[in-house]
């Protein structure tokens, strides 16, 4: 290796049309153990923001050599805070923005799609989009891809009723579980009902209030329409 890095071809085609498209070599160059940097630029200046140009980034990690760690915006899960800004706090070589996200209102900035940290569910898959993971195994570092399903269920008792997600707005009908690494409050709308579950006992029931408190220890089952119909039947507190 030298100090100005060395030519690793990557062919990589964007293309518009069936026969039309840019190919381009990526010169990786490393700059921390571990981690090689890319960079290129390609297309062509138009009236058409399709054709370019783009500037293409591209890190090749060697996890034998280097760590890659998943975190969240103000390490909780609602609010926004650029990439570099990530970077700083975590003391990071380099970062990447990590996936999709609501841009908008009160959630702004809670993932769309799958969320798994340190063994927690976080967010539910969307849209059967892709999911790419990290395993984590002492020296090692596993990569996986795949398309992941969700199933939900809340029992009380005898009765039963789906989950529909978690720590996201509650849309008509849905039963929702809010935990404590969403945020200090549910963030919701005074129109539905909610449970607060302490080390699996319910301590309290909220109708029409909305935005509870989300304990530490616990979580909050939030419910409208039909939903909040179902728990306002079945679930007492105590």
Do not use: C
């Not at 990071?92 to 996200?101: E, H, L, V």
């Not at 699996?200 to 220890?217: E, H, K, L, W, Y």
């Amino acid at each position: 290796l030298t100090p100005g890095g060395w030519w690793q071809p990557i062919p990589v085609a964007l293309s518009q049309t069936a026969d039309s498209g840019n190919r381009f070599s990526l010169k990786f160059q490393e700059v921390a153990a571990g981690i090689e940097h890319g960079q290129a630029t390609t297309g062509t200046t138009s009236k058409d923001e399709t054709t370019g140009p783009w500037l293409i980034n591209a890190l090749r990690i060697d996890l034998d050599r280097a760590t890659i760690r998943i975190v969240r915006a103000l390490d909780a899960g609602v609010g926004t805070e650029t990439v570099s800004s990530l970077a700083a706090r975590y003391r990071a070589t380099a970062a990447i923005n990590g996936g999709y996200f609501r841009t908008t209102g009160t959630y702004r900035g809670e993932s769309l799609g799958l969320v798994l940290l340190d063994g927690k569910l976080i967010s539910e898959p969307y849209n059967d989009r892709a999911e790419f993971g990290l395993i984590n195994n002492g020296k090692t570092t596993e990569l996986i891809f795949g398309h992941l399903g969700y199933v939900g269920e809340l029992s009380f008792g005898p009765a039963k009723l789906k989950v529909h997600g978690l720590n996201r707005p509650v849309s008509k009908d849905e039963l929702i579980v809010f935990t404590p690494e969403f945020h200090r409050t549910t963030l919701t709308k005074p129109d539905g009902i909610e449970v607060v579950v302490r080390r699996n006992r319910v301590v309290s029931i909220a109708d029409f209030t909305g935005s509870t408190q989300i304990p530490s220890d616990g979580y909050v089952i939030s419910a409208v329409g039909s939903a909040r119909d179902w728990v306002k039947r079945n679930i007492r507190s105590g």
